[in-house]
């Protein structure tokens, strides 16, 4: 499962003043592995340019936490990134522009202390379940980010790159949600390329009847009952009612 765009947005607002935001920030939108983002370090983001290379992640084993390279050769990678978002995101985070002068990782807690997989996860559990979203794995925001370049139009080889996928597979086999309204857009354009005659001639009899007057139900003075319009003196023009019109004759047949 993965977030909506709304619960995305949610979320984001909830964490915006949260020493993480820039990390979730980072895999909610770029796709980074949770390792990867603990392991982001400032020196290799440069918010100028506008893109970041992953170059390294974190790795839990037991109780130790090891830098490693990237889980695949695909995984070391630079990406673009909305630079303005996540400046704005760590512009008053603890001990900025201390990890900014050592080329510090984004998520460090002050003193130091290294912020790991683990302490990220526990931290997102506990914001979305203070703003009431569905339960996601920390996980499921990467999948999120693809999902949200498909709908923006990214193609499958751009979103790859971006994920830092072996294997174009892979990367298909995560975009397999769609977002509601990117679903709802999808399902309007594929009924627009049909044509229909039926709507077509619907359209067509209603500006006919506009055109004139369908749909008024009276009898122009001196017609008979079926509004046809005749010598009142003829003796057919004062038969009896009940006598069966032609119309309702040949139905009869």
Known sequence: MVWTSEHTGRFLDHAADDRLSALFHLISFRGLRHGEACGQK????????????????LVVDGSEVDEDDPKTDAGARTIALVADRLRSCVGTAPG???????????????????????IVTRRFIELHEEVGLPPVRLHDLRHGAATLAHAAGAGLKD?????????ITITSDTCTSLLPEADLAIAEAAARLVPRARATAESMRSGAGAQFGEGDESVPDGADPWGRIGDVNSPSAHAPLTQTAPDEKSEAE
Do not use: C, F, Y
């Not at 400032?42 to 992640?57: N, P, Q, S, Y």
């Not at 979103?159 to 294997?167: K, P, R, T, Y």
């Open 159 to 167: 979103i790859q790159e971006m994920l830092g996928h072996s294997s």
């Open 96 to 118: 900025r522009t201390r990890n900014v002068r050592n080329g510090g990782p984004l998520g460090w807690k002050p003193g130091e202390r290294r912020t790991t997989p683990p």
């Open 42 to 57: 400032w020196t290799d983001t440069h918010l100028d340019a506008g893109l970041i290379t992953v170059a390294e992640r």
